[in-house]
């Protein structure tokens, strides 16, 4: 599958982005489709997972309640509703995919296959 991100940009902080992810290639099925983020001189970070199949979601304890991923099924994209944004989220986000579900994972970067190419989301006023 290749993914496409897409959907960043100049936000103030308070401000609202969406982030999108394409799946092209192959249809999610049974995928588990995730959001990291990488922060310049920092590790990349997971920031939020859903499993395509059933919707179950999962997310870092610094973006919940923030932040929303969901699904939508007709155009086979992912996408990452942020809210309430903060200098914190200053990043480059990408999308990732792993063909199954993987029960107690889906946090790392090691257990993904498949990356998009990134979008930067800067916050600032």
């Known amino acids: 599958v290749q993914l496409q991100a897409s959907g960043g940009g100049l936000v103030q902080p308070g401000g609202s982005l969406r982030l999108s992810c394409v799946g092209s290639?192959?249809?999610?099925?049974?995928?588990?489709i995730g959001w990291f983020r990488q922060a310049p001189g920092k590790e990349r970070e997971f920031v939020a997972a859903?499993?395509?199949?059933?919707?179950?979601?999962l997310y870092a304890d610094s973006v919940k309640g923030r932040f929303t991923i969901s699904r939508e099924r007709a155009k086979n994209t992912v996408h990452l509703q942020m809210n309430s944004l903060k200098a914190d989220d200053m990043a480059v986000y990408y999308c990732?995919?792993?063909?199954?579900?993987?029960?107690?994972?889906?946090?790392?970067?090691?257990?993904?296959?498949?990356w998009g190419q990134g979008t930067q989301v800067t916050v600032s006023s």
């Open positions: 990732a995919a792993r063909p199954r579900w993987l029960v107690g994972g889906m946090t790392k970067a090691n257990d993904y296959d498949y």
């Open positions: 290639g192959d249809t999610f099925g049974n995928y588990g």
């Open positions: 859903i499993r395509w199949s059933t919707g179950a979601t």
